[in-house]
């Protein structure tokens, strides 16, 4: 199927932001060979990938930020490897699970049972390759250019938020497409599937996460985010005039809400 872009990208971000009621603004993820002029080198903010993303959807002063081939001193090893720019650590696998004397004395997460599960989850996300020498997170009412090819949009809201922008998603797909929920880091989550830093996830494919719990005492608990494909996204705006969060807002949005007693 050939697409032609009907909407500017803040076309796309106004929408979403609208389907969403979000107060968090939406994240544009793109690859470029150039230094974004308006952005701050991830390392500045964070040393979490994850955790500088989700504060830049929140400050209001920052516009975008971004990590450089050529400078990943200060990043997370497990960030500089989900966006493609450095491999997944040999003993990385120890760390995710049981944790092995020889590495980081031991020290473990217990996401995975084993060890040998952690090497087989690794090895089925492939190869990650960059989608640039430099991968930008950018607010999408500051990009002016439409044409940086951005490759998905990153929102974060609460629980009826999200469910409400997976409805929306539902309304009138023009092709097949999926949701899903996948293993993995938060930035893995939040750019690496959606943004097709993998090759083995589709362009139809919505993610909803983080499944990381190691970042629970920063993220806020009654938040998720959502990765949401260029063209989905595009599609997603083009139909929130027809779709029930127009239509029917108090469905979508109820004022009153019935009380269920325990």
Do not use: H
Not at 20 to 36: A, K
Not at 151 to 177: H, M, T, V, W
């Amino acid at each position: 199927m050939v697409f032609i872009n009907l909407l500017t990208i803040k076309e796309i971000g106004m929408k979403l932001n609208q389907a969403g009621r979000l107060s968090n603004i939406p994240l544009c993820i793109y690859g470029t060979d150039e230094i974004p002029g308006n952005a701050e080198l991830v390392n500045k903010i964070d040393r979490c990938l994850a955790k500088a993303i989700f504060s830049l959807s929140i400050n209001k002063s920052m516009n975008a930020i971004y990590i450089s081939e050529d400078n990943l001193i200060g990043i997370c090893p497990g960030g500089q490897a989900w966006l493609g720019y450095k491999p997944f650590l040999p003993m990385l696998k120890y760390f995710l699970s049981t944790g092995i004397k020889t590495f980081r004395k031991g020290a473990a997460e217990f996401l995975l049972s084993s060890p040998e599960l952690a090497e087989k989850q690794l090895k089925m996300i492939g190869n990650l390759e960059p989608l640039g020498k430099f991968t930008v997170i950018q607010k999408y009412d500051t990009i002016e250019n439409d044409k940086i090819d951005v490759k998905s949009f990153l929102c974060f809201g609460n629980a009826e938020q999200i469910r409400n922008l997976c409805s929306l998603a539902y309304f009138n797909p023009e092709d097949s497409f999926t949701i899903q929920v996948p293993w993995g880091a938060s930035c893995a989550s939040f750019i690496t599937y959606s943004a097709r830093i993998s090759q083995k996830y589709s362009e139809n494919t919505i993610i909803i996460g983080p499944t990381d719990p190691t970042g629970n005492y920063w993220f806020p608990e009654n938040f998720l985010s959502i990765g949401i494909p260029f063209k989905i996204a595009e599609r997603m705006a083009l139909d929130l005039e027809k779709s029930f969060i127009k239509k029917r807002p108090t469905v979508a949005y109820p004022s009153k809400r019935t009380l269920i007693l325990r």
